[in-house]
């Protein structure tokens, strides 16, 4: 989806963006809950059923409504005019010409830092407000605020993004989360943690909205399905490992 939009606008490119990753962000707060009840009144297993078949149907349908490129309908970008040619070439690096360059490699690295610092937020922010004293319902809302406010922060980015540019979205965007990190070194209350919770939550959509339009303003979009899913898996790579790591310097130091 990041890809199909990142082809279909330019001017808007950001705002619609952030439109689509809302959705992301509504199905981290609407999901567990509806994983619970599905578990309540039927068991795990069948709940896994369920949502699995839900989410082949819906995936192909929804598959099935989207188009490439604008090019090829005869259209342009943003719903401009005069259409252009059908099968212009697009603009941009190929995988190859962009493995060659050093912002790709600097962007796969950044990702994989990032990644491992924001997921590891993500998989250790309940058990850490569980040590604090938190009850467990108190403990998992701080998790479901990170995902409700990062809806806001999905469509507040998009706005930026268009406005101000990726670069300067970016930077924002590490000032809020290098910011909010240091907060949570003193969060020691309800009130600290959920505070935390939701300016981290702001800040963990600006970054996932702005990964695709700067994959889209180094490279262009000739390869930026390839591209884009690289830079993802260098950040999943970094997601995988930072929690791991981090639960043993917990188990270690008995201290987050």
């Known amino acids: 989806p990041m890809t199909v939009i990142a082809r279909w606008f330019v001017r808007r490119r950001g705002m619609m963006t952030g439109l689509v990753k809302v959705g992301t962000g509504a199905g ?3 999901m567990p809950l509806v994983s619970g009840l599905l578990i309540v009144n039927y068991g795990w297993r069948h709940a896994c059923l369920l949502i699995g078949l839900t989410a082949v149907v819906v995936l192909m349908g929804a ?3 989207l188009r490439r490129d604008p090019a090829q309908m005869g259209e342009v970008p943003d719903g401009g005019s005069p ?3 059908v099968g212009a070439p697009e603009q941009g690096l190929n995988l190859r010409e962009a493995a060659r360059t050093a912002p790709f490699w600097q962007f796969c690295t950044l990702n994989l830092l990032v990644f491992g610092c924001m997921i590891t937020s993500m998989a250790h922010i309940v058990p850490h407000a ?3 004293g938190l009850d467990p319902i108190k403990a998992a809302g701080v ?6 406010m990062s809806m806001g922060g999905r469509l507040l980015t998009g706005f930026a993004i268009d406005r101000i540019g990726n670069r300067k979205s970016m930077t924002l965007c590490f000032l809020l989360l290098i910011s909010d990190f240091l907060l949570l070194q003193v969060a020691g209350d309800v009130w600290t943690l959920y505070l935390f919770a939701a300016v981290y939550g702001v800040a963990h959509g600006a970054y996932f909205t702005l990964i695709s339009p700067v994959v889209a303003e180094l490279f262009g979009t000739v390869s930026h399905g390839a591209i884009l899913g690289i ?5 999943n790579l970094g997601g995988a490992i930072g929690p791991v790591v981090a639960g043993y310097v917990f ?3 008995r201290s987050y």
């Open 28 to 30: 981290q707060m609407i």
């Open 63 to 65: 598959g099935q409504l």
């Open 83 to 85: 259409p252009v040619r």
């Open 130 to 132: 569980s040590d604090l």
């Open 143 to 148: 998790l479901s605020t990170i995902g409700g």
């Open 231 to 235: 830079v993802l898996f260098s950040g």
């Open 251 to 253: 188990d270690t130091a």
